[in-house]
């Protein structure tokens, strides 16, 4: 069950999209909660 | 020795451990000198029973299974079992039946707590790095409480001094909170620097002093003594040496105390010589009064 | 669950590359799973060290009443540092270590998901905390407003403030990029058969973890950016002067801490799921339970966090939410306490050193919830906030809870990484002497709370005399046992008995790890493995 260069490259870039989706959460949560202190300040 | 005999040993074990935190070694949480210390501490010991009770049944489930499931004792394991439903069910609605039985006593005495109407006196204190202040608004009297010299010659590094030489070390100041027995005190607590928080075991409350905020406690002192807690917010370098000291004199002996003090001003010209509090007087507007 | 494999785990010569680099370049350009994990395990051991250092002078201050050693300010300073060290130096890269080194082993995937980000995400660590230590020498000295850096408070810190923040954003980045190679590699490189609910609990466990550090880092060094601009750029976040508030702050701050303390134990609560059904030889009682339980403290952790602050000036109803919601988390952690005392009871006990370790977990970290319990009721916290209870009840569920937990997975799993069992005598020496002071070094300080000590505090009234010189007595014990575990790891590196694939022959434990050599092969699972 060997993998093809081209099995490889898609998991790649499934993997890279997952990621930038949790970093793109990430950095909401970052802006959100100054947001909340600008708000009540 | 049989199973049976083990588990009450274990038991008695777990109970002798626990013994000084219930005999009065002064290593308990104090009992107190107002109803709401009084609540406080059945409450903090009905918490505590009840994690012994559970810990006796927990705990002792594992330590049988310690000693009678061994491999060395030919124990075969029962692979089978490998969940219920029903045990799952049982040990989450039993647990959840033992919080409501200890949130209901719980919250009616945060309720109690919460109750600021109708008090006989309002003293505003302020927490200063590393002293309180205190101000009788309705008395035109007020001045800092300092750690006695004694305790902060003794605290020094390297000052030579014995603390067990120094009475009441680090829990003595020059001028404590005077307050009348059976008053319903009322305490305004706001800071000039950093967050502080005052706080006197015996009277079972403690709270914040936040700059720029006015937080509200009350306590009913019902025995006259000489009270001692300490600041319980980390404030900075001498958060350790600025402790609260509270007497609580007569009705009589109040009024003296308190009129000897208006005198005392009257004569002394002009406020005390520190800087007004910067953030309550000219930011009145901005104050918040943190009353529940 | 089990795997029908052949070679899967070896590794396929037709792809191989010559093998790791040598030297000191390999270790800082590897993406190697395995070496990663590695490094974060060293890291976290002498970071262990250093905050055990600092601990050892504060309790060397409190020895005795009075003031023998160090200035307060100092004092201040080393509990400051002591916490951030332990928590962001030696617990968090801990888990994460363990995370590099058995997630991938145990989802038969070949590495982590993004092998480079994970290189960075370490290398990030030994520069943040380069930075945080080196605040020690800068005027002012070190940061000495707790971990917690309350505002005003903490904006009296001097010259090391800039660079505390900065660490601190560091320690962030490198949590958030981890947590997303977790999240990443377990959701998109599990072999083909292994669905969620056949995943290893510590899997599990590790996928919600990286969930929370998720969504709660960021919130921290949101709250330390806005006490940066504070400082520096005019802003009133949280000064009331300016129309702020340093309440704020607290519930900023306790927003990422309370789901920051679940971080620190849910992975114990895996690596403990793993251990415990191995020598019971039995499997985990009520697998689907504890994944429900899990996610639910993880979803609960969420809305309790100003338990952490009752004495604020909160309004009562407030008061009463939180009092509530925490007593609630209480029900799904005794769930978990019950599942595994199920999975010992009518086993086959042995009681090797990572079994040892995770009864001492169970057993102890218990006591902790109990002392957690205890806080949650309102009323009563008004008389233990700030006070050594409280340090009491975290130490309790941290040290012999998650630190512990750490030390069983690695007495449980350091044969599969060096291929050599290590000395088990000496291991449960250094068993039996941290279990018996890490008692006498904690469990007095619940009476010293109780009697009225505060926190954070380096000299004390004479009253609190003597279990303070109990308590100073076990930390000095406690830490210098832990010498012992250094030595067992770094002997069991060089020499031993082989150990084979499965280590814990015996026990005959479960998992795709033990499919595998011991020591784990640099490429392992290149061609995944088929699981049932």
Redesign the interface.
Known sequence: ???SQDDRDD?TR???R??LL??A??????????A???I?? | MSNVLKQTVVAAAALLVTMPAIAAWDLNMPVGVTEISRDVHRLHMLIFWISVAIAVVVFGAMLYSIVNFRKSRGAVADVGMTHSTKAEIVWTVIPIGILVGMAIPAAETLVKIEDTRESDLTVKVTGYQWKWHYDYLDDNVAFFSTLTDSSDAARRLDSGVDPSTVENYLLDVDNPLVVPVDAKVRLLLTANDVIHAWWVPEFGMKKDAIPGFVNEMWFRAEAPGVYRGQCAELCGRDHGFMPVVVEVKSQEDFAAWLAAQQEASVAAAGPPAVPADAASDSNAASIVAQAE | MSAAHTHAGVA?HHHEEHGPARGVMRWLTTTNHKDIGTLYLVFSLLMFFVGGAMALVIRAELFQPGLQLVDPGFFNTMATMHALVMIFGAVMPAFVGLANWMIPLMIGAPDM??PR?NNFSFWILPFAFTLLLATLFVPGGGPAGGWTMYPPLVLQTGDAFPMLIFAVHMMGASS?MG???V??TI???RAPGMTLLKMPLFVWTWLITAYLL??????L???V??LLTDHYFD????NAA????PV?FQH?FW?FGHPEVYIMILPAFGIVSEIIPTFARKPLFGYDSMVYATASIAFLSFIVWAHHMFTVGMPLAGQLFFMLATMLIAVPTGVKVFNWTATMWKGSLTFEPPMLFALSFLFLFTIGGFSGLMLAIVPADFQYHDTYFVVAHFHYVLVPGAVFAIMAGVYYWLPKWTGHLYDMKLAKAHFWLSTIFVNVLFFPQHFLGLAGMPRRIPDYSTQFADWNLISSIGAFGFGFSQLLFAYIIWKSARSGVKATDAVWLGAKPRGLEWTVPSPAPYHTFD??P?VK
């Open positions: 069950m060997t993998q998991r499934r993997n890279r997952t990621a949790l970093a959460l990430a950095i909401a949560f970052y802006l959100g909660f100054i909340l202190g600008a009540n300040s | 396929d998901a993004l980000m958030i947590a997303i190679n999240i990443v959701m998109n490189m998720i969504a709660v880092m960021p919130v060094a949101g709250a950016t806005m802003t009133s976040f949280f300016g129309g702020g508030d704020m900023i927003f061609v995944a088929e």
